[in-house]
Nanobody, 127 residues
Framework: QVQLVESGGGSVQAGGSLRLSCAISGFTISTIGSFYLGWFRQRPGKEREEVAVISTGGTWTDYSDSVKGRFTISRDNVQKTLFLQMSSLNPEDTAMYYC?????????????????WGKGTQVTVSS
């Protein structure tokens, strides 16, 4: 049974940093290495949006314009963990953050179909 469990959320003041982790179970190391992984967020009153994506080996990444230069996505396939380092946080980053494993992903269109979702971790940034 595949599970994605996020952690590391919390409350922080504007300008601060947080590091989110997503522990992935139910995959072998070789299997997890075949999935593109990503972070999404859902801000209050808004639809869920893609924040960052990382390729199977971690050599290619993509970010939404709203977080580019402030967030860094990374992965450790041996530890089966996905990370999101968030810096220079502002109140507009307040959201529930979800990790995801894509069933399919296209670098050309920078979009894909999520096959597995985590349940989310809340990030609250106060001014």
């Amino acid at each position: 049974q595949v599970q994605l469990v996020e952690s590391g959320g919390g409350s922080v003041q504007a300008g601060g940093s947080l590091r989110l982790s997503c522990a992935i179970s139910g995959f072998t190391i070789s299997t997890i290495g075949s999935f593109y992984l990503g972070w999404f967020r859902q801000r209050p009153g808004k639809e869920r949006e893609e924040v960052a994506v990382i390729s199977t080996g971690g050599t290619w990444t993509d970010y939404s314009d709203s977080v580019k230069g402030r967030f860094t996505i990374s992965r450790d396939n041996v530890q089966k963990t996905l990370f999101l380092q968030m810096s220079s946080l502002n109140p507009e980053d307040t959201a529930m953050y979800y990790c995801a494993a894509f069933g399919t992903f296209s670098r050309t269109s920078k979009s894909g179909s999520v096959r597995y979702w985590g349940k989310g971790t809340q990030v609250t940034v106060s001014s």
